[in-house]
């Protein structure tokens, strides 16, 4: 069936890095756009970073601009999101979703993974 598998979340100290990795099944992926997505308990989902299908355009937040770099292998129908510099408010699940467009609005997309966590902490 159609799913989206995030994985590499963990518990990083501030500045560190991760990379997320997005997995498909049941789709190509190439058919896609595909988001991040980041949600703190007590605060609302909040989109980070989109990509095209073929990875030619990208959207990213404000506040990870800089830090934050996604991008895609359709060949092995994955998505990563490379995160750099952690700082303690990146503390959140983080989800993967694919849609019909390139944005940033949780609304258009159709399909969620189930989430992983990244915690930032000394």
């Known amino acids: 069936q159609l799913q989206l598998v995030e994985s590499g979340g963990g518990l990083v100290q501030p500045a560190g890095s991760l990379r997320l990795s997005c997995a498909a099944s049941?789709?190509?992926?190439?058919?896609?756009?595909i988001a991040w997505f980041r949600q703190a308990p007590g605060k609302e989902r909040e989109g980070v970073a989109c990509?095209?299908?073929?990875?030619?355009?990208?959207k990213y937040a404000d506040a990870v601009k800089a830090r934050f770099t996604i991008s895609r292998d359709n060949a092995k129908n994955t998505v990563y999101l490379q995160i750099n510099s952690l700082k303690p408010e990146d503390t959140a699940v983080y989800y993967c979703?694919?849609?019909?467009?390139?944005?940033?609005?949780?609304?258009?997309?159709?399909?969620w993974g189930q989430g992983t966590q990244v915690t930032v902490s000394s």
């Open positions: 990509i095209s299908r073929r990875g030619g355009a990208t």
């Open positions: 979703a694919a849609g019909p467009l390139l944005t940033l609005a949780s609304a258009r997309y159709d399909y």
């Open positions: 049941g789709f190509t992926l190439h058919d896609y756009y």
